[in-house]
C-alpha cells in the first residue's frame, strides 16, 4: 500500500519477519530451516502414530490443531511486524551556471547592432521556453559566478508537475476499502460461527449415533481456524477499528481532510526578471571554481548536469582541466553553452580616456587614452584629438594627433598626451580613430570628456588642533602645488608664527562670503567647541548647500571630548557631518586605540577597492600592490556603525579588535546634502612616506580632487548633480545625488524627477531620483543606476521650463578591467574539451559561427540531459497497535487450537 506523504515521498506498509532481517550467515537460515523441518516432520510423525486406531478424519483434525499451534508460535519466535516506511524520491537536478563577469558584457556577436552576452543570456532565460523545459525532468538551481571563489544562487526552480509525480489521496479507510474489510470480517464470522455448529454437532453425533461424527470434528477444526484467521487478521491489520466497527455494527471514524485552502491553491511562482538580475560585474572569471563550488554543494548522484552559460575565458581560480577532472570523477557532465563570436572581431576600440577635470590655464595637461585592437594586427592608425567649447554638439578642431601600429590582438596600448588648456570655461575634448578599414564597430571609435579650464586656484582651509605630523605634511604638499591656494588654522599657533600657507587664520570665518571661497577643508582633529554655534550653523550651509568638500581626520585629543557633549548644537551638528556614528563613550582608550605597537595594514571593502582616489597608481594591480607593501597604522578612533549611506572603504586589520566578526572602521565617506565628506580613523596617511613620498602626495592630491568635485560641477543656479563614481567598471551601481530648488531658489518638492543616461550609441535610460528622508538639506534627491557596459556615458537632469531650461550634467566613465579584455572572442576549445572530458556536450548561444553551430543550440541540450532521480527506502518503527493486536490474536488461535486439541484427546480418551 502507497500513500503519498510529500511531493517526492510516499509511504509504503510493508510487513515482514524481524528475526530473519536481523539473522547472517548461511549456517543460521540452514540451522532454521532444518530445524523447522524436523519439528513439523516429529509432529507429524508422532500424530500418525497415536491417532492410528482413530479415525482418519479426527486424527488429520488433530495434527492440524497442533501444526497451527506451531505456526503461531513461529510467528512469535520470528517477530512477524508491520512498519509504515518512506519511500523518498529525490528528484534528478540541473545546475545553470551563469557568468556574470564583465566580459559577458562585450557583443554576442559580430553584428553591429549585437546585444550583450549577458543580455543574450537574459534573453535566453526570459523570452523561451528553454528553462521550463529543462524544469520538465529536474530540479533547478541557477547560479552566478565571476570574480569570488563561492558561486551565488540566483533562482531555485521546482521541477514540473506531471501525471507521475502526483499520487491522488485517498481517506484512511476509503468507502470500498471499508466495505471489503467489512465484509472479510463478517466472512470470517459467519465461517467461525459454523464452525462452531459443526463443533457442537460433532459433539452430539455419538449420542444420535451419526456415522458422520469424524467428519464433523474436522469440519469444524478447519472451520473454527479458518474464521480466526480470517477474522484476526483484519482486526490486527485494521488498527483504527473495533471488532463492532470490523462487523458493520458501528460507524467508522471520520477521517479529517487537514487540507487547507492556502495548500489547494498554491500561489503561482513569480516570473524573474532576468534582464536586471543579471549584471555582467566580475572583475574576473572563476569557471573552474564555479564548477568546483556546484559539486560541492549538490549530490552528484542527482546531479543530472551542469549548464554552464559562458564565453569560455577563466582568467582566475583553478583551471578548467581541473575542474573537469573533479566532474568527472563524479560522473557529472558539463554542457558548455557559448555566447559570443568564435572569431576575435575585427574592431579597434578607446578603451579608457583619462584627463584631469579642472584645468589651470599655462599649465599643461595630461591626457591618456588606451586602445584595444583585434583581428587589425600590423595595421596602422590615426588617432586624433580634437578639442572645443561644451557647447559644440562635437569637437571640430584637432589639436594632436598620432600613428599607431596596432599589435597582438587583445593588447591595450596605452598613449599619454601632453595638451595646452586653452580659452577659460568648460570645453570638451574628444579621442577618435581614423583610418581603421574593416572595423565591424565603429561606434566605440570615439570617446568623449569634458572638462574646465578655471582661472583660479583650489582653495582649501586647513584646521588643525594641533600640529601634527599629518597636518605639516598636507600643509607642505600643498603650499607645493601650483593648482592650489591653501590656508592655515593653527587652534594650538601662537601670534606671529611661521607657516607655510597662503593665509594664517586665527578663527573660522564667520561671514559666508570669506567661508564659501574655500572649495575644501581638511580638519585634523580640531576643538570644534572653540568656535561659536553661528560659525558651525555657517560650516554646514557651505556643506550642505554649497557643495563644499569636508575631510575629517580623527584624533585622540579633541575628539573624545567634544563628542560625549549632549545638548550642545554645536556637538550635534559636528557629529552629522561623519558619516559614521561617534561613540562618545568619552576616553579614547575605551572606543579605539593610541600608542600601539604594532602597525595594521587597511582592510578595504570592494567599495574601496574601487574608489578611484584611493588607487595610488595607473594600474590598480600595482596600487594594491603598493597598500600591501604600506606596513599599516597603529592607531584608529573608535566608531560605531557607519551611517545610512555611507560607505565604508577601509578598516583597521587587527583580529584583537574585531567586535562580532566586525572590524573598527578606518575610512569612510558619505553625501551630505549637494557636499561631500571623507572620515579617516587616524591622521597616520603620512607613513605611505616609507614607501614613497610620491604615494603620500598621490593620496591627499586625489582626495581633494574628490571632495571639491561638488563645487566644481556647480553649473547651474538650480542645483547640483552628483554621483559617488565619476569612473566605474562595468557591473558597479552608481548612487546619484542631487540637491535641487524652484525657479524661485526654495527647495524642490516635486515626489520624483528623472534623469536621463545618455549611452555613447545616444540611447537614453531613465534613472529616477527620488527625495532623501533625514537629510540637513530639503530638495535632496537620491538614485542609483547600474553601468552595463562600457564608454562615455553623461547623465542629465533637466529642470525648468521652454523659457527657462536648465540641464545639469555629469559625466560617467564606464571601464572593462584589463584581465578582461585580453581574449574578447568565445573560447571554444577549452568549452569542448570540458565538455568531452564530463561527457556533456558545447552548444552555441550565440555567435554561430563556431564548429557547432550546424549540429546543436542550447534548446538541443535540454534532450541530451538524462534524468537521475534517486529512490531511497527510509525504515519506519514497527506498529505498536499491531504488535498489540497481532500478540492478541496469535495467543487466541494458539490457546483456541491447544484448548480444541485437548478437548478431543479427551473425547477420544487420547493422552
Known amino acids: 500500500m502507497n500513500e503519498p506523504t510529500s511531493e517526492n515521498a510516499t509511504q509504503q506498509i510493508v510487513y515482514q519477519f524481524e528475526r530473519l532481517i536481523s539473522l547472517t550467515g548461511w549456517w543460521t537460515w540452514a540451522a532454521i530451516v532444518v530445524g523447522s523441518i524436523a519439528l513439523l516432520f516429529a509432529i507429524a510423525k508422532l500424530y500418525r502414530r497415536d491417532t492410528a486406531e482413530l479415525p482418519r478424519a479426527t486424527g488429520l483434525a488433530l495434527l492440524i490443531l497442533r501444526l497451527s499451534a506451531m505456526v503461531a508460535l513461529m510467528f512469535f519466535f520470528l517477530n512477524f511486524e508491520r512498519r509504515a516506511q518512506q519511500q523518498v524520491t529525490r528528484p534528478s537536478e540541473a545546475v545553470v551556471l551563469i557568468d556574470t563577469s564583465q566580459s559577458m558584457s562585450l557583443p554576442a556577436d559580430q553584428a553591429p547592432d549585437s546585444p550583450a552576452r549577458i543580455a543574450a543570456v537574459a534573453n535566453l532565460l526570459q523570452e523561451t521556453p528553454w528553462l521550463d523545459s529543462v524544469a520538465e525532468e529536474h530540479r533547478v538551481a541557477v547560479y552566478g559566478f565571476d570574480d569570488s571563489a563561492e558561486i551565488r544562487e540566483l533562482a ?29 470480517a463478517l466472512v470470517g464470522a459467519v465461517v467461525l460461527g459454523f464452525g462452531l455448529l459443526a463443533l457442537l454437532a460433532s459433539a452430539i453425533a455419538p449420542l444420535m449415533h451419526w456415522r458422520w461424527a469424524s467428519g464433523m470434528i474436522l469440519a469444524s477444526t478447519i472451520s473454527l481456524l479458518l474464521g480466526t484467521v480470517l477474522l484476526t487478521s483484519v482486526w490486527s491489520v485494521e488498527t483504527s477499528l473495533s471488532f463492532r466497527q470490523l462487523l458493520g455494527f458501528a460507524a467508522p471514524p471520520v477521517e479529517v481532510n487537514e487540507t487547507t485552502e492556502e495548500t489547494q491553491s498554491a500561489e503561482p511562482e513569480e516570473t524573474k526578471d532576468w534582464r536586471n538580475t543579471l549584471i555582467a560585474s566580475g572583475s574576473s572569471s572563476r569557471i573552474g571554481d564555479a564548477v568546483r563550488g556546484v559539486l560541492g554543494r549538490h549530490d552528484p548522484s542527482t546531479l543530472a548536469g551542469i549548464l554552464l552559460m559562458t564565453d569560455g575565458q577563466n582568467n582566475a581560480g583553478i583551471p578548467i582541466d581541473d575542474a573537469a577532472a573533479f566532474a568527472a570523477r563524479d560522473g557529472v557532465p558539463v554542457y558548455p553553452i557559448g555566447f559570443g563570436s568564435p572569431k576575435p572581431p575585427v574592431n579597434v576600440r578607446i578603451v579608457d580616456l583619462d584627463l584631469p577635470r579642472r584645468v589651470y590655464p599655462g599649465d599643461k595637461f595630461a591626457l591618456s587614452v588606451v586602445l584595444q585592437a583585434s583581428g587589425m594586427m600590423g595595421k596602422k592608425v590615426d588617432l586624433e584629438i580634437l578639442e572645443g567649447p561644451d557647447g559644440e554638439a562635437e569637437p571640430s578642431e584637432i589639436i594632436e594627433s598620432k600613428t599607431v601600429l ?41 570617446r568623449d570628456a569634458r572638462y574646465e579650464v578655471v582661472a583660479r586656484k583650489v582653495r582649501v582651509l586647513l584646521i588643525a588642533g594641533g600640529p601634527t605630523r599629518e597636518y605639516r605634511f598636507v600643509r607642505n604638499l600643498l603650499h607645493r602645488d601650483r593648482e592650489v591656494s591653501v590656508d592655515v588654522l593653527l587652534q594650538t599657533g601662537q601670534e606671529g608664527m611661521s607657516q607655510e600657507a597662503s593665509e594664517i587664520l586665527t578663527d573660522l570665518p564667520s561671514s559666508a562670503e570669506q567661508l564659501f571661497e574655500y572649495d575644501a577643508i581638511v580638519a585634523f582633529d580640531p576643538d570644534w567647541m572653540a568656535f561659536e554655534p553661528a560659525q558651525i550653523e555657517l560650516l554646514e550651509r557651505w556643506l550642505s548647500d554649497m557643495s563644499g568638500g569636508l575631510i575629517l581626520v580623527a584624533g585622540p585629543v579633541h575628539l573624545p571630548e567634544w563628542s560625549r557633549l549632549r545638548g550642545d548644537v554645536r556637538a550635534t ?25 604594532t602597525p595594521w595594514p587597511l582592510q578595504f ?7 578611484e582616489f584611493l588607487s595610488l597608481t595607473d594600474n590598480p594591480a600595482d596600487s594594491a600592490d603598493v597598500w600591501k607593501e604600506f606596513s599599516g597604522i597603529y592607531d584608529f578612533v573608535g566608531v560605531k556603525d557607519p551611517k545610512p549611506g555611507a560607505k565604508v572603504l577601509a578598516y583597521f586589520s587587527d583580529p584583537t579588535t574585531s567586535v562580532d566578526s566586525r572590524f573598527p572602521i578606518y575610512l569612510a565617506s558619505q553625501f551630505y546634502g549637494s557636499g561631500r565628506v571623507f572620515f579617516q580613523g587616524s591622521g597616520e596617511m603620512w607613513r605611505l612616506r616609507a614607501v614613497s613620498d610620491s604615494y603620500f602626495e598621490t593620496y591627499y ?59 555613447p550609441s545616444g540611447a537614453k535610460q531613465e534613472v529616477v531620483l ?12 537620491g538614485g542609483q543606476f547600474v553601468a552595463r557596459q562600457s564608454g562615455s556615458f553623461e547623465l542629465q537632469l533637466l529642470l525648468g521650463d521652454a523659457l527657462d531650461e536648465q540641464i545639469l550634467r555629469q559625466p560617467v566613465q564606464i571601464l572593462l578591467p584589463t584581465l578582461e579584455l585580453e581574449r574578447p572572442q568565445r573560447g571554444d576549445e577549452p568549452l569542448m574539451a570540458l565538455a568531452s572530458a564530463t561527457g556533456g556536450l558545447f552548444a552555441e548561444g550565440s555567435g554561430s559561427e563556431g564548429p557547432q553551430s550546424a549540429i546543436r543550440n542550447a534548446l538541443d541540450i535540454v534532450a541530451a540531459i538524462e534524468p537521475r532521480p534517486q529512490t531511497t527506502i527510509l525504515p519506519g518503527t514497527p506498529d505498536r497497535d499491531f504488535h498489540r493486536r497481532r500478540n492478541a490474536s496469535l495467543m487466541w488461535l494458539i490457546g483456541g487450537a491447544l484448548t480444541l486439541e485437548w478437548l478431543l484427546r479427551r473425547l477420544n480418551r487420547l493422552a
Open 573 to 597: 551638528t559636528v557629529k552629522g557631518f561623519f558619516p559614521v556614528s561617534l561613540t562618545g563613550r568619552g576616553p579614547i582608550i575605551d572606543s579605539g586605540r593610541v600608542g600601539g605597537t
Open 701 to 759: 592630491t586625489k582626495l581633494i580632487r574628490w571632495a571639491t568635485e561638488g563645487r566644481l560641477l556647480r553649473d547651474s543656479t538650480r542645483g547640483v548633480l552628483l554621483v559617488d563614481k565619476p569612473r566605474a567598471m562595468v557591473g558597479e551601481t552608481i548612487a546619484v545625488r542631487a540637491v535641487l530648488t524652484d525657479a524661485q531658489y526654495r527647495p524642490l518638492t516635486e515626489p520624483r524627477v528623472t534623469a536621463e543616461l545618455v549611452s
Open 605 to 611: 571593502t570592494p567599495d574601496g577597492q574601487r574608489t
Open 770 to 781: 527620488r527625495p532623501l528622508e533625514g537629510q540637513p538639506r530639503p530638495g535632496t534627491y
Open 156 to 184: 531555485s526552480i521546482a521541477k514540473a508537475s506531471s501525471s507521475t509525480d502526483v499520487q491522488p489521496k485517498a481517506a484512511d479507510p476509503s468507502p470500498t476499502r471499508q466495505s471489503s474489510i467489512v465484509r472479510i
Open 406 to 446: 596596432l599589435d597582438e590582438d587583445g593588447k591595450l596600448t596605452g598613449l599619454r598626451f601632453d595638451l595646452d588648456p586653452p580659452s577659460i570655461g568648460t570645453r570638451k575634448i574628444a579621442v577618435r580613430v581614423r583610418g581603421a578599414s574593416g572595423d565591424q564597430s565603429p561606434e566605440d571609435n570615439q
